[in-house]
């Protein structure tokens, strides 16, 4: 129903930019919130940024002021700007789309990865 592919990751210096790009096909609602989640190994897969109906967008506390989420009005992409990176935010960045209703309710890309080194 729902795919979701990312691009745009890789090695940057800290301090540095990054922007990635999720595209999107398939089939979505008014109601769908759309977000980035980031994930090291080992660890939790946390959220990074949302945007939801009416481009109502929320950030976890790490990425204010330093992340922006957007997407187009088909929705058919999603960016991600990360701005003055750090060696911390280095993790594979995820996109996913949240349904509420529905048989599945959690779509995801498969990921990319972002290094940034100090």
């Known amino acids: 129903q729902v795919q979701l592919v990312e691009s745009g990751g890789g090695l940057v210096q800290a301090g540095g930019s990054l922007k990635l790009a999720c595209a999107t ?5 008014s109601s769908d919130v759309m977000g980035w989640y980031r994930q090291v190994p080992g660890n939790q897969r946390v959220l990074v940024a949302t945007i939801a109906t009416g481009e109502k967008t ?3 506390e790490f990425a204010e002021g330093r992340f922006t989420v957007s997407r187009d009005n088909g929705k058919t992409t999603m960016w991600l700007q990360m701005n003055a990176l750090r060696p911390e935010d280095t993790a594979v960045y ?7 209703f529905g048989s599945k309710l959690d779509y995801w890309g498969q990921g990319t990865q972002v290094t940034v080194s100090s």
């Open 25 to 29: 096909s398939g089939i979505f609602y």
């Open 58 to 60: 929320d950030y976890a």
């Open 94 to 100: 995820y996109c996913n789309v949240r349904r509420k």
